[in-house]
């Protein structure tokens, strides 16, 4: 692995660590938008498989759950995506 400034022209030097450190946080941004699409499903199918079970109407409520949760979290993704995309940056 190379390091930074090391081979690099005199009037670039530190691009590149730039470059990686913008790199990792929109990579960081994007995880944390995946983590919080997968909680929001896991929650709301959580929340439908502990009715069903309070109800006894199994997988009904699970899988109502599930389905709110998806569209729930995806449509949080996108509008943050979206937004983003039109700041120009990064989640």
């Known amino acids: 692995m190379r390091s930074a400034?090391?081979?690099?022209p005199p009037g670039q030097r530190g691009s590149r660590a730039d470059g990686d450190?913008?790199?990792?946080?929109?990579?960081?941004?994007?995880?944390?938008?995946?983590?919080q699409f997968a909680a929001v499903l896991l929650v709301f199918t959580g929340v439908g498989y502990w009715l069903d079970g309070r109800l006894h109407t199994l997988p009904f409520l699970t899988i109502l759950g599930a389905a709110i949760g998806g569209v729930g979290g995806f449509l949080h993704l996108?509008?943050?995506?979206?937004?983003?995309?039109?700041?120009?940056?990064?989640p």
């Open 78 to 90: 996108y509008r943050s995506l979206i937004a983003d995309s039109r700041s120009g940056g990064a």
């Open 21 to 35: 450190a913008s790199s990792r946080a929109a990579l960081g941004s994007y995880l944390t938008q995946g983590f």
């Open 5 to 8: 400034g090391k081979s690099d």
